[in-house]
């Protein structure tokens, strides 16, 4: 469900944020504050997925694809958000906003491919029990954020990025 899930992914994304960004626009907000309000509505949250799986119906394909496709807005809102942030800091540079567009590329791919064999592995040698999966995930977690501030993004960011990689 790959394929479904990543092209209703980017539809789900790139639909609410042209819409918030032209809204923000036509309100009169700066650009980059206008790209902020639809990042904010480009995301998506899995709050029924309980109630989903409760019911046995996590095993359909339907539910696969808007999993997928939730992890994959959350994560572009996300790193649409701290590109927003770091032009905000330092003003629009079209070089430095590509350097960071590079940084936060490679940072979600070391996060999300790169931490979850590490932390697999420090799972199955701590042993499967509820304490060893509590520190494997804290582990992860700052790792991703001490990542995250190595690269000037805000620590929260790396936090958010490395709890939608282990899960």
Known sequence: QRRRALAFGLLTFAL?????????????Y????????????????LIAFPIVSAAG????????????????TDMLSLLLLAACLATHRTGFDAVQLLVQSAELAAFAVIVVFGLTRP?????????????????VLLLVVCVAATLAEAIQLEGIIGAFLAGLAVN
């Not at 119906?57 to 994959?72: F, H, K």
């Not at 932390?119 to 520190?135: K, M, Q």
């Open 57 to 72: 119906l996590g095993g359909r394909p339907s539910v696969a694809v808007t999993v997928g496709a939730t992890v994959l």
């Open 16 to 28: 609410p944020m042209a819409a918030g960004s032209a809204a923000g626009v036509a309100f009169g």
């Open 30 to 45: 700066p650009p980059v504050s206008a790209v902020m309000i639809g990042s904010l509505l480009a995301s998506h949250t």
């Open 119 to 135: 932390a697999r592995a420090i799972s199955v040698w701590l042993g499967d029990n509820e304490e060893s999966r509590f520190l």
